[in-house]
């Protein structure tokens, strides 16, 4: 994929006077609420490189527990949620994704995690807190890079660790990248969605956001088309997607079609909700089960423009 552009506005220099009363968010608290972490060097490494980047790290208690599949017991990772909140870091990232928040929303204090301040970031199973949060308290979070599959890769991306450090220190005003088969889109929402599959697994629950005019970006890894098609028509007979006022698609990795599906393939499920639900549709957003990922804050509201082959997310504006 072509890397997104991102680019400053240089022009408001002169307010640089705003650092002092914000200091820039140099901490990131480390917390495993999901699958357990394989390789405890990951960790180790993720640290390194993001102290290059100028972040101090902490890594919670718990982070490298093991039970079962997920990184602790459900108490256990609860334990670790709720220390993130009282610990004095301003960024609290996910170690990784996998599965088990699911099972925690119910015993998660949402309105503690809001009045909390801190920025939580992390992505795929991450999705349930990001949008649980979203849902009860209106408050905004991350989705973007996580410790072991980031910053704790053999060779880090650098356009991801650059988007991350200005969406962080809130220098990133416009997210543009190459979307060459989009609908025309000039509108404003609220920026909300994530993994696929975990946002339809809260259609019906307490933790689904009731957005309208939303601005919903999805990504998924290891779904056949067809299942996305399922999960995207279980959205469409709930009626959340024709609320929306634009629907942006990032990356659908890592599945392989079979003979039998006979030219059926994830464009013709482009093609399938493009006809079935008159919401515009854009594609090409460097977000997903990929290198090169985008930060973005789900919660936030945003503008949402393409023209000429290119989409371009205008995440501050300034009026």
């Known amino acids: ?11 408001h220099d002169d307010h640089s006077h ?63 949620i709720a220390r993130a909140l009282k610990q004095k870091h301003p960024i609290v990232m996910a170690t990784r994704g996998g599965y088990g928040l699911s099972r925690l929303l119910p015993f998660i204090d949402w309105q503690a995690v809001a009045d909390s301040g801190k920025s939580f ?4 199973d991450f999705t349930a807190f990001s949008l649980a949060l979203l849902a009860k308290t209106g408050a905004v979070s991350y989705a973007g890079p996580t410790a072991v599959y980031d910053f704790g890769a053999k060779k880090m991306d650098d356009l991801t660790a650059d988007l991350f450090g200005e969406c962080m220190r809130h220098e990133l005003e416009v997210l543009s990248f190459e979307s060459p088969d989009s609908d025309p889109v000039d509108a404003r929402g609220i920026l909300w969605g994530g993994n696929l599959a975990m946002v339809a697994s809260l259609v019906g629950t307490p933790y689904m956001p009731n957005i309208d005019g939303g601005i919903l970006f999805l990504e998924d890894v290891a779904e056949h088309p067809f299942r996305i098609e399922r999960m995207l028509t279980q959205l469409w007979h709930a009626g959340i997607l024709a609320r929306q006022g634009a629907i942006v698609l990032g990356r659908f990795t890592d599945y392989r079609l079979a003979s039998h599906d006979n030219g059926f393939d994830l464009p013709a499920v482009i093609a399938w909700l493009r006809a079935t639900v008159k919401v515009p549709v854009i594609t090409g957003l460097p977000y997903g089960h990929v290198r090169v990922k985008a930060t973005l ?14 989409a371009h997310l205008v995440l501050q504006e300034h009026f």
């Open 121 to 124: 970031i992390g992505q795929s």
């Open 18 to 80: 705003h650092h002092h009363e914000h200091p820039l968010p140099t901490g990131i608290y480390l917390i495993s609420p999901s699958g357990a972490v394989a390789d405890p060097a990951s960790i180790d490494l993720a640290r390194v490189r993001l102290g290059e980047l100028g972040f101090k790290t902490t890594v919670d208690r718990a982070a490298l527990l093991v039970h079962e599949r997920f990184a602790g017991t459900d108490k256990q990772r609860l334990a670790g």
């Open 1 to 11: 994929m072509t890397p997104a552009a991102h680019a400053h506005d240089h022009s």
């Open 297 to 310: 804050p789900i919660g936030s509201q945003i503008g949402i423009a393409t023209e000429d082959g290119m």
